[in-house]
């Protein structure tokens, strides 16, 4: 018998319904019990072509077909236990934030806890659960900053993280100061990528193609540029911010990527700009991330043959600042 449960209680459906209007139909065996359903009932509504249907260990769904993300993410909380809060992808999806799409639900659940990986869910212990969760609904979800931090040191490959780095700074989910407090307070397992797309966006890499130009410009023994540098006129007018900058050179190399730059207000921006720079000389080069990953010594060369014919100039009248 479910303890706290008398094997008498009738069947409460205003209670039941309530619990499943607000779980978004999602319910545990122990709500359930709760509600005054029998193990017979129970067993009815989830026999083969019933309308219920098991999700995880002691979680069920009430309606027919395939849950949706929402549905398993309130099974996933119910699974977990009390105290239980949603983190890495699933947990910025949950948001509507952006990032790549999760593989497996993670949650965190307090380190006094015992409760095993299951289903599609993955459970991790922990002494430094989130101090302002994101409710919504039944739902509890780490705020944006430590659904990144935990994600990116599940990943394995840099370029990966690069991307779910800058893509939440982008768009104004988190600023750098906070995902730096995560790597600091965090564990130092699995935290080495983070800190690299940390330090590269501290440095003024601004998305993860850029990084991948910044990797390509060193593996090319190619100087060293000013990344997101702001270009003025000498009479104080901002000119541009381009990706890769060479000051002596008066070169300047931009990251054309679909992800920024798709509708055709962005286009024009991104053309405004090269005619900006060039009316003053700058030398401008515009690669794609594709050719960054499959032409490196195309995009090398191209930039070392432009910096070789910009050293041969005067100066440009351009002011250079660093990116704060």
């Not at 017979?40 to 309606?63: C, D, F, M, N, S």
């Not at 993410?73 to 999760?102: I, N």
């Not at 070169?251 to 207000?265: K, L």
């Amino acid at each position: 018998m479910l303890r706290g449960v008398a094997p008498s209680q009738r069947l409460n459906r205003k209670k039941l319904a309530a619990t499943l209007g607000v779980q978004h139909d999602v319910i545990s065996r122990r709500q359930a019990r709760l509600c005054g359903l029998s193990e017979e009932a129970l067993k009815h509504r989830l026999r083969p072509g019933g309308p219920w249907q098991r999700i995880l260990p002691g979680t069920y769904l009430t309606v027919t077909g395939r849950p949706t993300s929402v549905q398993r993410d309130m099974a996933a909380l119910l699974y977990a236990g009390p105290g239980s809060v949603m983190t890495g992808l699933a947990a910025l999806r949950g948001q509507g934030l952006g990032g790549p799409a999760p593989g497996a639900t993670d949650v965190l659940i307090p380190a006094e806890h015992q409760r095993k990986n299951a289903g599609f869910v993955r459970v991790w212990r922990t002494e430094r659960l989130p101090e302002n969760t994101v409710v919504l609904g039944r739902r509890r979800y780490a705020p944006p900053a430590r659904a990144v931090a935990d994600a990116a040191r599940w990943m394995a490959d840099l370029r990966t993280v690069r991307a779910l780095v800058a893509g939440a700074v982008q768009r104004g989910e988190c600023p750098v100061y906070l995902l730096v407090r995560e790597l600091d307070e965090g564990p130092v397992r699995g935290s080495a990528l983070l800190r690299q797309a940390l330090g590269e966006a501290a440095a003024g890499v601004a998305s993860g193609a850029e990084a991948d130009l910044a990797d390509l410009i060193k593996r090319g023994k190619l100087p060293s540029p000013v990344l997101n540098a702001r270009l003025y006129r000498p009479d104080g007018t901002l000119v541009a911010v381009p990706d890769a900058w060479w000051q002596e050179a008066g070169v300047a190399a931009e990251v054309d990527s679909r992800e920024w730059h798709f509708s055709p207000a962005d286009w024009e921006r991104t053309m405004r700009r090269h005619a900006e720079m060039s009316s003053l000389g700058i030398i401008v080069l515009h690669f794609t991330p594709r050719q960054i990953r499959t032409e490196p010594d195309r995009v090398i060369a191209a930039i070392a043959d432009a910096l070789r014919s910009g050293a041969s100039r005067p100066p440009l009248p351009v002011v250079t600042r660093r990116a704060a």
